[in-house]
């Protein structure tokens, strides 16, 4: 009887050193990014909780300018040039922008998110760093669906507080799982869409 209990108890030891191992295996380490992972929009933590400014993110007369990548390989580039940032409510700043062909548009700082009635689809809980010819920030990854044609696409927009357009939008075929983000510089896939910041001049 004796060695039976020895045995058992033996058993429960294991069962709990494993349980402790499985638990701490996903600490700090489960903050590297992951292809194609998905965030709970309910989390409490997460970077669309505190989405907003404390200051003007950029002075009057800054110069942000973009390069389109289209699907059959095609380029062009746009450029807007900020004027007039007004302080909003809740921590939000209008800005309005002239584009170099004489147009003009009133965007928001920090970049708006999808309406608060639907979830926020984000790869991830926190901000992510991402690199475009412009530099590095600091991004929230957000992701939709897309269809063109018969293929299903999904498109990624990296939204930095910052700044009022997009830093980075990428679009690609969903079953083309090794194009997670898009080439740092180069030709892009046949079929794939990139838009991205190129270029940020302060006066």
């Not at 200051?55 to 390989?73: H, L, N, S, V, Y």
Request: glycine share 10%; net charge neutral; with cysteine.
């Amino acid at each position: 009887m004796s060695n039976r209990v020895a045995a058992m108890v033996s058993l429960f030891l294991l069962a709990a050193t494993g349980c402790s191992r499985s638990h701490s295996s996903g600490g700090a380490g489960g903050a590297v990014e992951q292809p194609w992972s998905h965030a709970w929009s309910g989390d409490p933590n997460g970077w669309w909780t505190s989405w907003k400014l404390e200051k003007a993110p950029f002075p009057e007369g800054t110069r942000f300018e973009f390069e389109t990548i289209e699907m059959d390989g095609s380029r062009g580039t746009s450029a807007w040039v900020a004027r007039s940032p007004t302080p909003g409510p809740g921590g939000m700043f209008w800005i309005e922008f002239t584009g170099d062909d004489g147009s003009s548009q009133r965007l928001i700082a920090p970049p708006p998110l999808p309406s608060s009635a639907g979830p926020i689809l984000s790869r991830n809980e926190k901000l992510v760093s991402v690199t475009t010819p412009a530099g590095t920030f600091l991004a929230g990854r957000l992701w939709r669906s897309d269809r063109y044609g018969d293929i299903h696409y999904e498109t990624d927009e990296w939204l930095a507080p910052g700044i009022s357009f997009p830093v980075q939008t990428w679009s690609r075929p969903v079953s083309e799982k090794q194009l997670y983000d898009p080439p740092l510089e180069g030709s892009i896939p046949s079929g794939t869409r990139l838009r991205r910041l190129i270029r940020m001049q302060k006066p």
